[in-house]
Antibody, heavy 119, light 112 residues
Framework: QVHLVESGGGVVQPGGSLRLSCEAS????????MHWVRQAPGKGLEWVAR????????QYADFAKGRLIISRDNSRTTVFLQMNSLRKEDTAIYYC????????????WGQGILVTVSS | DIVMTQTPLSSPVTLGQPASISCRSS???????????LSWLHQRPGQPPRLLIY???NRFSGVPDRFSGSGAGTDFTLKISRVEAEDVGVYYC?????????FGQGTKVDIK
C-alpha cells in the first residue's frame, strides 16, 4: 500500500533553514507527481508546492516562491522541501502528498511533520 | 488566486441524520479541458486529511456511498446521507483547476 513518511522537522530560529524529506513506498514513485501541503496549528490546509514526476516542472504558492524549494530523487523514492529564510508564520505541520493523476487532486497523505519557527 | 468559501463553518449533527456542506469558488472551476477539479477531503482530529470526492462527484476508493458530491461552475455541495460517529472532524473543499491550488476554510462536523 502507499506509504509516505516525512522527516527532518523540528525547531528552528527565524531566518534559519531546514530540509524536509519524504520517503515513499508502495507505488511507482518515479511516475507520480508529488506535493507538499501545510497546516498551521489549529488552522486550515494550505498548498505549498508541486513537482512533476521527472522534476522538470515545479509550481509554488506565492508565499513559498524564492524561499521554499521542492525537489526529488527518484532513485531514493524521496521528495524534499528545502526551507530557507524561515519565518514564524511558517510554523506548521507539513504533509507530503501524492497527486491523484488526471483528477488534479491529492489522494494519499503522509502523517505530517511539525516545523516550529521560534527564537 | 481562487478563493474557496465554505458554509457553514460549524455543523452539529444528529447521528443517523443527513448533513450538507456548501463550497463556493470565487471563479468558475471549469478547466480548459472541460473538467471541473473540485475535491472534498475529511480530516479527523490528530490525523492527516483523506480524500473523499474528486472531480465534483466521484467517490475515492473505499469511501462509503453515504457521501456524495454535486455542483457545477462555482457552487458545490457535499452531502452525508446518514451521519455516523466516524464522520466527525473537519471537511475541506479544494480546487485543482488553477495554481495555486486552494482550500476552503474547513467545516467542523460534530455530534449534537
Amino acid at each position: 500500500q502507499v506509504h509516505l513518511v516525512e522527516s527532518g522537522g523540528g525547531v528552528v530560529q527565524p531566518g534559519g533553514s531546514l530540509r524536509l524529506s519524504c520517503e515513499a513506498s508502495g507505488f511507482p514513485f518515479s511516475s507520480e507527481v508529488m506535493h507538499w501541503v501545510r497546516q498551521a496549528p489549529g488552522k486550515g490546509l494550505e498548498w505549498v508546492a508541486r513537482i512533476s514526476h521527472d522534476a522538470v516542472y515545479t509550481q509554488y504558492a506565492d508565499f513559498a516562491k524564492g524561499r521554499l524549494i521542492i525537489s526529488r530523487d527518484n532513485s531514493r523514492t524521496t521528495v524534499f522541501l528545502q526551507m530557507n529564510s524561515l519565518r514564524k508564520e511558517d510554523t506548521a505541520i507539513y504533509y507530503c502528498v501524492r497527486d491523484f493523476g488526471d483528477s488534479w487532486s491529492l489522494d494519499y497523505w503522509g502523517q505530517g511533520i511539525l516545523v516550529t519557527v521560534s527564537s | 488566486d481562487i478563493v474557496m468559501t465554505q458554509t457553514p463553518l460549524s455543523s452539529p449533527v444528529t447521528l443517523g441524520q443527513p448533513a450538507s456542506i456548501s463550497c463556493r469558488s470565487s471563479q468558475s472551476l471549469v478547466s480548459s479541458d472541460g473538467n471541473t477539479y473540485l475535491s472534498w477531503l475529511h480530516q479527523r482530529p490528530g490525523q492527516p486529511p483523506r480524500l473523499l470526492i474528486y472531480k465534483v462527484s466521484n467517490r475515492f476508493s473505499g469511501v462509503p456511498d453515504r457521501f456524495s458530491g454535486s455542483g457545477a461552475g462555482t457552487d458545490f455541495t457535499l452531502k452525508i446521507s446518514r451521519v455516523e460517529a466516524e464522520d466527525v472532524g473537519v471537511y475541506y473543499c479544494m480546487q485543482g483547476t488553477q495554481f495555486p491550488w486552494t482550500f476552503g476554510q474547513g467545516t467542523k462536523v460534530d455530534i449534537k
